[in-house]
């Protein structure tokens, strides 16, 4: 069968790979792959940038969507036939994050889904909402599910509330859509016109240009009376930080999600402490967590925005495309 390896750092040196076809054990699934999605981390693993220490060779990936293709023994929680995605940690089920999860993340900590089939424990797979194809519930894994849980499950999201979110990348729109789904406000900000309309087409209140409007968070203060928002999903890291803790109102959250800028900036302690603030990072959520999102999902016929489909042999022009920042929504490679 066919995957992806890397058998040293950077794009150029993802390639093709001949690999013996798996087979499920006890407690296994075989998933015949029809559909990945990208996430930065996927760049910054593959660049060297995220795991230094990966041993090669390496196949990355985090995100996925397929079919059951067989079972091995003792597996009676789904069936040959039936459309399932892979959790983002394949050991963290439910409850409170600990360490040991981080150490099951698919295409970082453990080899990833970029293969004609893979296998994974039962455990750690969910079933697919029926009305999504293979291209948009590839989305799901990270994105959605970082989304969702920063919202929803640590977030207590309510109807009413004012979201604040940076850019049009995957967990961003996430964030657009189910927050509007709740019956909240949401304010956004991107760097081009181009994407304005379109974020406003989807739902936002309100679209900030943040290269016409450098200082976004004195404009999030304006359209917000003053206030600020009740919650921002911050993802772009060391150059926005500061502005995101600016934005929100006292008492409210910043769920610190990205590093696309970076991970080190300088913070003055007393704008969280003086004013009440939550600052908590998000790392995706539990099998749970995306079983919750999913009935949601499917409750609301909620569709995932994807920007482009990029065949299997086409991965580099995918990521190179991710990288550039030109997308809106999810950059997704099909096995079709």
């Not at 067989?70 to 929680?77: Q, R």
């Amino acid at each position: 069968m066919r995957a992806y390896e890397i058998s040293s750092f950077g794009v150029e040196n993802l390639a093709l790979a001949d690999q013996p076809e798996p087979t499920p054990g006890p407690g296994q699934v075989l998933i015949d792959m029809k559909a990945w999605s990208l996430n930065y981390r996927d760049l910054l693993v593959i660049q060297g940038l995220y795991n230094p220490k990966l041993k090669f060779p390496f196949v990355p990936f985090s995100d996925g969507a397929g079919v059951v293709a067989a079972v091995g023994e003792g597996v009676d929680s789904v069936k040959v036939g039936e459309r399932v995605a892979g959790i983002f940690m394949q050991g963290w089920l439910s409850g409170p994050y600990t360490d040991a999860y981080g150490r099951t993340a698919l295409g970082g900590a453990i080899p990833g889904v970029l293969a004609d089939k893979v296998v994974l424990n039962a455990t750690g797979i969910v079933k697919l909402p029926e009305h999504l194809t293979y291209e948009q519930a590839a989305a799901l894994p990270c994105a959605a599910v970082t989304a969702w849980d920063a919202l929803v499950e640590q977030g207590s999201l309510q109807a009413g509330n004012t979201i604040l979110v940076l850019g049009t990348g995957g967990v961003s729109l996430f964030a657009l859509q189910f927050a509007k789904s709740m019956g909240a406000r949401v304010i956004a900000t991107t760097g081009s016109k181009d994407k304005e309309q379109r974020l406003r087409d989807l739902g936002a209140a309100e679209v900030i240009n943040y290269r016409e409007t450098p200082d976004w968070e004195k404009k999030v203060r304006e359209v917000t009376n003053g206030v600020g928002v009740d919650h921002v999903v911050e993802v772009g890291g060391a150059d926005t930080l500061k502005r995101s803790l600016a934005s929100v109102r006292g008492g409210g959250r910043v769920s610190v999600i990205g590093n696309l800028s970076g991970l080190t900036t300088e913070i003055n302690v007393a704008s969280i402490l003086h004013r009440f603030l939550t600052v908590q990072g998000i790392f995706v959520g539990s099998r749970a967590t995306f079983e919750a999102m999913n009935r949601s999902i499917a409750e609301t016929h909620l569709t995932p925005v994807v920007d482009q489909v990029f065949g299997f042999d086409e991965v580099r022009q995918a990521l190179l495309h991710m990288e550039s920042g030109a997308h809106f929504g999810k950059v997704v490679v099909t096995a079709a």
